[in-house]
């Protein structure tokens, strides 16, 4: 089972830009498809992107898409969010995630088996 831990939330005005990082370990990350999630209160936890084992293939979420950016480090175990032009309703607590199968690409959240404690982000107005 991987261990996975999120950092870089915080509180940042709209149309700021927020880093977010995901250190893995426990597991050979180079291996799995990585993706970040996010959940705010009152809603259902929901896919924002997931990018493939090797970096070369990411997919995004059409509300994120153009302002968000996923990349990994796999010599370092870490997956990463940059995120950019926020909006206040990309408030939220975000998570990452591991998927179960070597090779899985794509946004099913039940593919995922591994899950940060996740990293809070508001976006004020």
């Known amino acids: 089972q991987a261990q996975l831990e999120e950092s870089g939330g915080g509180l940042v005005q709209a149309g700021g830009s927020l880093r977010l990082s995901c250190a893995v370990s426990g597991r050979a990350f180079s291996s799995y498809s990585m993706g970040w999630f996010r959940q705010a209160p009152g809603k259902e936890r929901e896919f924002v992107v997931v990018i493939n084992w090797s970096g070369t293939n990411t997919y995004y979420s059409d509300s994120v898409k153009g302002r968000f950016s996923i990349s990994r480090d796999n010599a370092k175990n870490t997956v990463y969010l940059q995120m950019n032009n926020l909006k206040p309703e990309d408030t939220a607590v975000y998570f990452c995630?591991?998927?179960?199968?070597?090779?899985?690409?794509?946004?099913?959240?039940?593919?995922?088996?591994?899950w940060g404690q996740g990293t809070q982000v508001s976006v004020s107005s």
């Open positions: 995630a591991a998927a179960r199968l070597r090779y899985y690409f794509g946004a099913d959240r039940s593919q995922f088996g591994s």
